[in-house]
């Protein structure tokens, strides 16, 4: 089994074309591998969606898609290394300039383009810091630097006023709108026509070499065109003769969410004849901002001369692929293999049903993105183990209406909605999952039938969905529990109290006072105090699962008397199933670690081992009838 470093560093590396080393130190650094490339900032996308359109039609052919060879993706940054400065060239072609006693601007107004070192750096001046390119090549002897004033000395020559040589102090201060005053319209630029869907672009050229490492790449061409409700990009795909034209591939690496820019598509968006393949693609409906725009990839067969023998297909780490023999053919592991594991095959050979279990918290203790955070911890220890595990929340918000209504903000009013695809099926993927396991995750909303409807669905694909639930007023915990097989909760404890602190008035002072407790006693306290809200006297609950947090300062918990209250509190049916160690701190708003994420070996050990008592619990639970709480049905 890979271990999931080299995996994950894999994965980003085959799409970047980082160098390895590089890459293992970049991921070690991300907190969450939920995705591998980051995405950039809005300056940032906007700089690369222009730059795009800019070097879309390469004159000169290259091995690498659009002669690049490598990408450095970072939040407000992206490096481009090109093969050649010849290919460099086009990108200089998005820098503004005007005819020589003439107003208008052409290029991209704003941006300020330098050479640092062996690189040209373009960014917009007014915020150079908020995004920046960076193109260099990988021949040394390649002159670089001499390409900005060369393509300068070219325009003054045909009368052109270069825009982008002053340097950000040298600019005048901006002017501040002024309230009441009307402004002078300004004129519509490139970078209006690119703002909706800045993106898809972004997301194709930080993972450009996907592109090569198909079967029969020959050539990519990409342009975007204006539509109603953004901008559309087209990528033609060219592959050598003889090559299949479609390829289940590259929908699949486009579709994943985890190294791949995570689109979707559907069987209306592809058509496929012997002369060409088309698959059309949008960004999934709860991405929105500035992903207004259709990716349409058109394959055909390379009409101008290409290199005779073309490259062998390269295996993609991120679609669990393993090498490709020597010869071509399919990978060892075909995407379409997986999250069908061992499951499917039974005696009688009829698919064994996955496990479906719900996950509570006491009322009103904690958020549902906290408790989604926690069965992503629970589920990617439990993929670790080797199972197929769905995590899925529910939320109104997801609701397609409910979204329209987010989406329409001031300038979106009028903007028609972009195409959506309705993927087949409903999931992604949430981590990479070294083994046999996978780890998937869903947001459900809708009634409480289709929540349910679902949760059957994901039975024959998974071995285990976890239904996270808040059990509070807008949960859906009360009423979806015939669709489980079983429930457990997790509690933030700190070990249980072994004496109360009680106040009593001697001699007019109220003085400080400890009372000692049973373990029987301690269980009772602590289970009216922890377990609020939770139907313990109607649904069967398999048990608690502890989440440690510190014991508070000066009180040692003993084992012997926690021993004693676990074994009450098993006697009240709420039997403790582990005690989770202790979560690093986690800063608000951070994605929280998974075992699935860059923690060290021993506490990912620790963890899976914590979480497999949890499964093996679940299992042996035997499904019943629940008397309904709710009084409509
Ligand atoms: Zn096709």
Redesign the pocket.
């Given at each position: 089994m890979m271990l999931i470093e080299e995996q994950v560093a894999a994965a980003r590396q085959q799409l970047t074309g980082e160098s390895l080393r590089a890459v293992r130190l970049r991921v070690k650094e991300m907190r969450s591998w939920r995705s591998l490339i980051p995405s950039g900032t809005d300056t940032q996308l906007l700089l690369e969606s222009v730059l795009l359109q800019h070097i879309g039609n390469p004159q000169r052919s290259s091995r690498f898609p659009l002669g690049i060879a490598e990408v450095v993706p970072t939040s407000s940054r992206l490096d481009i290394r090109f093969e050649h400065s010849d290919l460099v060239r086009p990108a200089l072609e998005m820098l503004p300039y005007r005819e020589r006693g003439q107003r208008t601007i052409h290029g991209t107004p704003g941006l300020w383009a330098r050479t640092v070192g062996r690189s040209i750096e373009i960014a917009f001046a007014r915020h150079p810091a908020a995004g920046v390119i960076a193109l260099t090549t990988l021949d040394r002897a390649d002159h670089i630097e001499g390409l900005l004033s060369t393509y300068e000395a070219s325009l003054s020559a045909q009368r052109r006023v270069p825009l982008w040589t002053a340097a950000p102090g040298a600019l005048p201060p901006e002017k501040l709108r002024t309230g009441g005053r009307r402004r002078k319209p300004q004129p519509r630029t490139i970078i209006d026509d690119h703002r909706p869907a800045v993106a898809l672009p972004s997301a194709v050229l930080r993972r450009i070499r996907l592109w090569d490492r198909l079967s029969g790449h020959a050539g990519l061409k990409v342009s975007a065109t204006s539509a109603d409700h953004g901008l559309d990009w087209h990528i033609v795909r060219e592959v050598h003769q003889g090559v299949s034209?479609?390829?289940d591939r590259l929908a699949a690496i486009l579709s994943d969410p985890v190294a791949g820019p995570g689109l979707v598509t559907d069987g209306e968006g592809?058509?496929?004849d012997g002369d060409?393949?088309?698959?059309e693609f949008t960004a999934p409906a709860d991405r929105t901002s500035g992903w207004r725009g259709l990716l349409r990839v058109e394959?055909v067969t390379a009409s101008t001369p290409v290199p005779p023998v073309p490259q062998r297909p390269r295996h993609f780490t991120a679609l669990d692929e393993t090498a490709f023999p020597s010869h071509g053919g399919l990978p060892h592991t075909s995407p379409a293999e997986r999250h069908c594991p061992q499951r499917t095959r039974s005696d009688d050979n009829k698919p064994t049903e996955g496990r479906s279990t719900q996950l509570l918290a006491p009322r009103l203790s904690r958020s549902q993105w906290e408790l989604t955070g926690m069965a992503m911890k629970i589920g990617a220890a439990w993929a670790l183990d080797g199972c197929a595990v769905l995590v899925v929340t529910h939320s109104f918000d997801a609701d397609r209406e409910v979204r329209r209504l987010y989406e329409h903000d001031v300038f979106g009013w009028s903007i028609p909605d972009r195409p959506t695809f309705v993927p087949s099926l409903p999931w992604r993927r949430g981590r990479l999952v070294p083994g046999g396991g996978a780890l998937f995750t869903h947001t459900v909303c809708g009634s409480r039938a289709d929540v349910g409807a679902l949760l059957q669905q994901a039975r024959a694909h998974f071995d285990w969905t976890i239904f996270v639930d808040c059990n509070d007023n807008l949960g859906m915990g009360p009423y979806i529990e015939r669709s489980v097989d079983s429930h457990f909760i997790v509690v933030d404890s700190s070990g249980y109290p072994e004496s109360f602190v009680t106040a009593q008035a001697r001699n007019g002072v109220a003085e400080h006072h400890e009372v000692a407790v049973t373990p029987a006693a301690s269980a009772m306290a602590w289970r009216q105090q922890h377990l609020t809200g939770i139907p313990l006297d109607r649904v069967p609950m398999s048990g608690l699962v502890l989440r440690q947090s510190s014991p508070s300062a000066g009180s040692t918990p003993s084992p012997n008397f926690t021993a004693q209250v676990d074994a009450e509190l098993a006697r009240f049916g709420i039997p403790v199933l582990t005690r989770l160690p202790e979560a690093p701190h986690v800063a608000l708003g951070d994605p929280s670690p998974t075992v699935l994420d860059a923690v060290d070996d021993a506490s990912r050990a620790a963890y899976v081992k914590a979480c497999t008592p949890i499964h093996l619990a679940l299992r042996a639970v035997e499904p019943c009838l629940i008397p309904s709480a709710d009084p409509w049905s």
């Open positions: 034209l479609h390829d592809h058509h496929c060409r393949c088309v698959m394959t």
